[in-house]
């Protein structure tokens, strides 16, 4: 007993001593002793833009917020099975203990919860009462109900008025007093690790898409550089943060007719920013329909695009706008010599940009091309003579798809375009552009099997793994080398259930859903090549968008990374960056930015979020 008082005496020395000049460190404790992984949230208002940290308490409720910049804070306590503790004013370097607040009751406790917590309380018919109008499942339903809630913020506009019907139900319910049915666990293990930052950029009421760090393909580029963002409403205005000083800004995004901001932005080697921007409907350039365009011929496009390209130079503070005749979505850079720009979400077809073209010569009808998505079912391995998608299978042609690939994903393995297919079930393609993609592209479409459906965002891996975020509450993965037929006539869709392996996301099911899943919502998923976060390379992350927080598979084994702080983060889209390899931990981290308001409502600015992950919850 000697020895063990001594060396908790040790221990607590130690600690004492561990604040630097800009930490803040403590220990937590209720009335039972000390409270192990709660959240210590200093938040200061005294930097050019609003600028929080949060940390996570080890098992003896110690807790050391690191690095910050010299200012007044107001530090407290959250954590599941408690409320706020008040806010303690500070300035680092300081030694400050806190108190935490237990919760008086389940009811107040639950105010904390993640969203996906309540939602699960939502009724949705049982598996025999379908169909429903033209809703033929409850999978489908499901699906649909999740991307109306969750991922298009939308209510229950796809599911008619039976849908208006449960929701109204759900919301009765809850008004009433109903609470979860389940319960948040508090972070433990390597979560505890997890260091975030915040900071305000944009307006007020601001929705936002996506944020840009660095060129995904070498993500030592711009170290320490300015992140740029992509308002997923039209607002007009792209944010800026520069993290070095703490400030954002916006700037008006250029107008070639009427535009909206642009969405999906990628950074290239030159420090240019992509971006695919909304303008207003008008008549489709003659090159996009005409057989004097390579594409053209190939797959005339008829309709206008309205989505279309847009480059920013920072070093210039230039703008250049680029007229597709694809519909521009997610960007994604190419590896080979041309630099290449990949386009998802463009309707029927597949889009690129060749840079080299363009900036030789400045034609942006030149440096553009399309395909559209054919599967070698005539089974020759090349693209031939094709039947339309509703037409009868002739043997010696092969077959269109009509889909609309999204979430382009560029193989770093063998330079393959990658993409989801959303639906119920939905599936992934895979396209091999070829030496002349108008012609030369061939497709792979796999339907995702059950337990899984209703894709949203994907992301390979540098194996030629793909993993994408489903509906259904699952991380999906896909191994193509497992596939026993590639082509051919049974190459439609069905064709490789023995590719697929589901990990499902963590946080409850519905109610009154029995199948295998989650109430989670995930609204894309990235894998982290260069193991940025500090959890291993390929590390397939799934955004936790009903549960405030990054879901990360290690080892088959989710970690979740909460950002507890402001509530209703909904983070969407996500990028990793090296600022100084030798500096371990902290120069590196990953970036997302939360989607829409928070917890203060539409006063709420939308926060970008660093994620980091150190050796102990007490590094420094």
């Known amino acids: 007993m000697k020895l063990d008082r001594l060396l908790v ?59 910050l910049p010299q200012a007044g804070y107001e530090v407290w306590v959250r954590g599941y099975g408690l409320v706020d503790s008040p806010k303690v004013k500070a300035r680092p370097p300081a030694r ?22 309540w939602f699960a309380l939502m009724r949705v018919p049982q598996e025999s009462e379908f169909p429903i109008g033209a809703t033929p499942s409850q999978a489908a339903w499901v699906n649909e109900m999740k991307q109306d809630l969750f991922a298009d913020r939308g209510g229950a506009r796809g599911l008619g008025e039976m849908g208006l019907k449960y929701y ?83 700037m008006a995004h250029p107008l070639r007719e009427a535009s909206a901001a642009g969405a999906a932005p990628a950074f290239d080697e030159k420090r240019q920013v992509w971006f695919s ?58 590896f080979d010599d041309d630099n290449t720009l990949w386009s998802g979400g463009g309707g029927e077809v597949l889009g690129w940009f060749n840079r080299y073209i363009y900036e030789r010569t400045g034609d942006e009808a030149k440096a553009q091309g399309w395909t559209p998505f054919v599967l070698d079912t005539s089974g020759d391995g090349k693209r031939g003579a094709y039947v339309d998608p509703d037409a009868p299978l002739e043997p010696s042609k092969d077959r269109r798809l009509a889909i609309d690939l999204h979430s382009a994903a ?38 995702v099997p059950a337990p899984g459906y209703g894709p949203r ?52 099911q519905l109610r009154d859903v029995s199948a295998p899943g989650s109430a989670e919502v995930s609204y894309t998923a990235w894998v982290d090549w260069s193991g ?11 955004m936790g968008n009903g549960a405030d927080a990054v879901h990360a598979l290690v080892k088959g084994e989710f970690v979740t990374l909460y950002i507890p702080y402001p509530q209703g983060a909904f983070p969407k889209g996500i990028d990793g960056r090296i600022d100084n390899e030798s500096a371990g931990w902290k120069g590196r981290g990953l970036w997302t930015t939360s989607a829409f308001r928070g917890e203060r409502g539409n006063d709420e600015r939308p926060k970008v979020v660093k994620l980091q992950m150190r050796p102990n919850p007490l590094a420094k």
Request: proline residues 10%.
């Open 457 to 508: 965002g994907g992301d390979i891996d540098t194996n030629g793994v793909y993993w994408v975020a489903l509906a259904s509450g699952h991380l999906g993965r896909f191994v193509r080398a497992n596939c026993k037929v590639l082509n051919g006539p049974r190459a439609t869709g069905k064709h490789c259930p023995e590719g697929w392996t589901f990990y499902q996301l963590p946080g409850p």
């Open 277 to 334: 921007s909304a303008r207003a409907p008008g008549a489709q350039p003659d090159f996009c329909k005409s057989s004097g365009h390579p594409s053209a011929k190939a797959f005339p496009l008829e309709s206008d695009a309205g989505r279309q390209l847009s480059v920013f130079d920072p070093k210039h503070g230039s703008w250049k706008l680029i007229r597709t005749c694809f519909p521009a979505g997610e960007l994604q850079f190419g």
């Open 9 to 67: 005496t040790i221990g607590a020395a130690l600690f004492a001593g561990l604040a630097a000049a800009n930490d803040i460190s403590g220990v937590v404790s209720g009335p039972n002793g000390p409270e192990a992984g709660v959240w210590v949230i200093a938040e200061t208002t005294d930097l050019p833009t609003k600028f929080a940290r949060i940390v996570v308490t080890d098992d003896q409720g110690r807790y050391l917020v690191p690095d």
């Open 96 to 117: 400050l203990d806190l108190a935490a607040l237990p919760a008086p009751a389940e009811k107040e406790a639950a105010q904390y919860y993640p969203p996906m917590y």
């Open 168 to 250: 109204a139900q759900w919301a009765e319910e809850v008004e009433k007093g109903a609470l979860p049915f389940a319960r948040p666990e508090r972070p433990k293990g390597a979560a505890r690790n997890l260091v975030v930052t915040l900071w305000d950029w944009s307006g007020a009421g601001h929705a936002l898409e996506a944020l840009a760090a660095t060129d995904r393909r070498n993500p030592r580029l711009f170290a320490n550089g300015r992140l740029f963002g992509a308002p997923e409403e039209g607002t007009g205005l792209v944010p800026m943060l520069d993290p070095k000083t703490h400030s954002s800004s916006t």
């Open 410 to 447: 560029v193989s770093p393995l063998d330079g393959t375009v990658w993409g989801t297919v959303p639906g119920t079930p939905g599936g992934i393609v895979r396209v091999a552009p070829g030496a002349n993609p108008a012609f030369t592209a061939l497709s792979e479409y796999y339907e």
């Open 532 to 542: 940025i976060l500090g959890l291993g390379r390929n590390v397939p992350i799934a």
